[in-house]
């Protein structure tokens, strides 16, 4: 067959068979208790390739870093960075699309969904909005979203450590449930280094009757100032007694390449053991590290995840 007539034939199977909801694959991989995972990647002037991994990811995130994507875009719809890299990415997996509500407005929002066609978005309310914002939390988004895209999967952030700006833990749950009641799909969490606050987060959830699948939210770092970079900016807080043991190693590379995997699959493997029927996954925030990926994955796939 040439290559004109495979194409062909794959278009027109592509649109035969209709490409499964990114919320019914990971309820699919739930019930199976199949392990996956995603990553989260941000649009760089580095060249950056997916397509080396053994294991490959059941989707990638792509960030929208402050509001740098909505400058470009209202200055060349076309050259906005996370666009750009939304239909490169999206010929090899499925993409989870970041918006923000920083400085954007509706009119903005229609055409970056002209433009960009998303299927699945994660909607955050981003850096401080002020109050002149058209969007003035993640939950007025996803309602927007919602109503715009019926058939979208349509995933929130939710915190484990309680988000930085929240009065309280109850209210910080009061406002998750907001995003899931306003028309989320599922929650992927903020880093956490502990598995029981995880565990601790999620049966609060379901307390209080969130009921919206929650995909953990996992960092490997690879120094310590990387670690040190992302625990600022996320305002994570580690135990004394982990934190002092990477800064011990910051100055021995591969040593403590090996501890912050050790730390990582140790956790994640004792939430699946405690966890299983909530959690068969987890979304890597990879910093486009993806050295990091491939070493962690290797550790599940040597053996089963949930031993």
Known sequence: MSEEGAKSTSAATAEAVPAKKLLNVLQEKLSRKEFFYSIEVTPSDATLDLTTFDHPPLFVAITWIRDNNLVAFRRSPNACPALQMLQEVREEFPVLSHLTCFNVT?????????????????????????????????????????????????????????????????????????????????????????????????????????????????????????????????????????????????????????KALEVGEKWMREILAECPDEFAGFHIFTWNNLEMVTRLIQRFSTSSPQT
């Open 106 to 258: 509706s009119e903005d929002l229609e055409g970056i969904l002209r433009i960009g066609e998303p299927e699945s978005i994660f909607a955050l309310r981003g850096d401080c909005s002020g109050t002149s914002a058209e969007f003035k939390s993640a939950a007025n988004l996803v309602a927007w979203l919602r109503r715009k895209l019926p058939d979208a999967t349509i995933v929130v952030a939710g915190y484990p450590a309680t988000h930085f700006l929240a009065t309280s833990p109850d209210d910080d749950l009061r406002n998750l449930r907001e995003k899931v009641d306003a028309g989320a799909d599922f929650i992927i969490t903020q880093i956490t280094f502990s598995a029981a606050q995880l565990i601790d987060f999620v049966q609060r959830c379901r307390g209080i009757g969130i009921t919206a699948q929650i995909l953990p939210g996992v960092f490997i770092p690879s120094s310590f100032k990387s670690l040190q970079f992302v625990t600022q900016l996320g305002h994570i807080v580690l135990p004394e007694e982990l934190w002092a043991t990477f800064k011990g190693l910051k100055d021995n590379d591969e040593a403590f390449k090996e």
